[in-house]
């Protein structure tokens, strides 16, 4: 039985930030996968996250999205998680 659910975020962002918020994504945890659209909504670059990703393994990651960063002026940045659920089967609330 799956007790996570996956919930989705969308940032659009110049194409000089987008590495500065991964990063910060990434310290915050819980991403299973980072998707970066072009400004016409094609994906450009898809990194599917393990929870064990960290320090150098991340650099070649970051350098990838740089580079598709670079080739757009603006995009949108896809960030999926995991959420744990609550007992009843409902993801839990940020209450």
């Given amino acids: ?3 996570q659910s996956r919930r989705s975020q ?5 194409g ?3 590495v500065a918020k991964v990063k910060e994504l990434l310290h ?8 970066i ?3 016409e909504g094609r ?3 898809e990194v599917p996250l393990t929870i064990g990703l960290i320090g150098a393994a991340i650099l070649p990651v970051l350098a990838a999205i740089g580079a598709a960063a670079a080739i757009a002026t603006r995009c949108t940045l896809v960030v999926e998680r995991d959420e744990p659920s609550a007992p009843g089967g409902e993801p ?3 209450a």
């Fill in 1 to 3: 039985m799956n007790d």
């Fill in 10 to 14: 969308e940032f659009t962002l110049d």
């Fill in 16 to 18: 000089d930030q987008v």
């Fill in 28 to 35: 915050e945890g819980n991403i299973r996968r980072i998707i």
């Fill in 37 to 39: 659209k072009n400004e």
């Fill in 43 to 45: 994906t450009m670059l």
């Fill in 92 to 94: 839990a609330s940020d």
